[in-house]
T-cell receptor, first 114, second 112 residues
């Protein structure tokens, strides 16, 4: 089975711009979660989608949003970028069932805001 | 407020010996725990998990122990191999939520 894929792998944006990151989950996985990793805050949960619905949300401002499509692929959008948004953004997928809480991560998108 | 803590930033062990990585948590609502391994510039790789209804789970060289009363879990790697050198993250999930709360990680170095 192919793993979680994320595009693009690297991105450089300017303050004030917006950005969209994409994630394709492992085939058959219906849950997709997004995380932000920074040196100061570590790995932090952004949100989780299941069957096109946001099921859980972390403590991030409304500039961070996401969506999931009917094929379980997901996108994450950050509007009005700030320097502090520079981070590694990780997508993770999982079965999302009550029997399984495992999440499998993609390689991440490295976002640099200048 | 760090709900998941990995108090040892680094650990060095000899090849063939046991590696023990520790993790403490404060949130009583956590009921599912996972360990991940991470190399630089890569996403975390899932290693092993444990539900709060168990106190031990094994998978090959990896064993996770959970002590609910102490709110403590540990990952044992036996025998340790140089390829195990990486940063190890402990993560926890509360009932019904798939929002993982991660510790700050422990860098394991296995010396040949």
């Amino acid at each position: 089975k192919a793993g979680v894929t994320q595009t693009p792998r690297y991105l450089i944006k300017t303050r004030g711009q917006q950005v969209t990151l994409s994630c394709s989950p492992i085939s058959g996985h219906r849950s997709v979660s997004w995380y932000q990793q920074t040196p100061g805050q570590g790995l932090q949960f952004l949100f989780e989608y299941f069957s096109e619905t946001q099921r859980n949300k972390g403590n991030f401002p409304g500039r961070f949003s996401g969506r999931q499509f009917s094929n379980s692929r997901s996108e994450m959008n950050v509007s009005t970028l700030e320097l502090g948004d520079s981070a590694l953004y990780l997508c993770a997928s999982g079965p999302g069932t009550v029997e399984s809480y495992e999440q499998y991560f993609g390689p991440g998108t490295r976002l640099t805001v200048t | 407020d760090q709900q998941v803590k990995q108090n040892s930033p680094s650990l060095s062990v000899q090849e063939g010996r046991i590696s023990i990585l520790n993790c403490d948590y404060t949130n009583s609502m956590f009921d599912y725990f996972l360990w991940y391994k991470k190399y630089p510039a890569e996403g975390p790789t899932f290693l092993i998990s444990i539900s709060s209804i168990k106190d031990k789970n094994e998978d090959g060289r990896f064993t996770v122990f959970l002590n609910k009363s102490a709110k403590h879990l540990s990952l044992h790697i036996v025998p340790s191999q140089p390829g195990d050198s990486a940063v190890y993250f402990c993560a926890a999930s509360a009932a019904g939520r798939r929002a993982l709360t991660f510790g700050s990680g422990t860098r394991l170095q296995v010396q040949p």
